[in-house]
């Protein structure tokens, strides 16, 4: 399996329309994912896609460490509250510019998408504080929040797209911030 993603890579990468255009890499892969939502995504092709094209407010490092990523710092602010404080001037690939607000929301969205609720059932509520904060209200004490705001499915979009998230997303492009883009 690895060589024939490896072969289409090489594939993709040495095509025409790769060689002419300086800023896009044309991957292959062997299956279509199943969603384009990273916070519905089951199957290993949609996460494997995806996690390119979305950012969450943590990452894991190379070591395993929680490194910041969307969220520049954070902090218990009491047992049940983390406070995060975003990274200023984070544009999406539409070119907004990210706020609290896309964030809560985002983060929000995962106490009601069934394939994402279990990991985050700890999560009472996230709300905004100012335009570059939000606390994160937990149910309980649960210090591990940082790993599951680092994993994949803590995916944030645009306030905009949340509301557009309950449409068909099979036939929507993404709005994102990851490292990568859909076109």
């Not at 009472?124 to 149910?139: G, I, Y």
Request: glycine fraction near 4%; aromatic fraction near 8%.
């Amino acid at each position: 399996m690895k060589h024939l993603f490896f072969v289409l890579f090489l594939i993709a990468a040495c095509s025409e329309s790769a060689v002419q255009t300086s800023d896009t890499v044309v991957i292959g892969i062997t299956a279509s994912p199943v969603t384009i939502d990273l916070q519905k995504a089951t199957d290993n092709m949609s996460r494997g896609v995806f996690v390119h094209v979305y950012d969450s407010p943590m990452a894991y490092g190379t070591n395993g460490d929680i490194e910041p990523a969307l969220a520049e710092s954070w902090e218990f602010i009491n047992p049940t509250t983390l406070q995060l404080k975003l990274r200023e001037g984070v544009e999406f690939h539409n070119g907004k510019i990210m706020t609290a607000d896309d964030v809560a929301a985002s983060l929000n969205r995962l106490r009601s998408v069934p394939e994402s609720q279990t990991m985050y059932e700890n999560i009472a509520d996230v709300q905004k504080v100012d335009d570059h904060t939000v606390n994160v209200l937990l149910k309980q004490i649960f210090p591990s929040i940082t790993g599951y705001l680092a994993h994949p499915k803590a995916a944030i979009y645009t306030s905009e797209d949340i509301a557009a998230l309950f449409l068909p997303l099979q036939h929507r492009v993404p709005v994102s911030r990851g490292q990568s883009r859909i076109l």
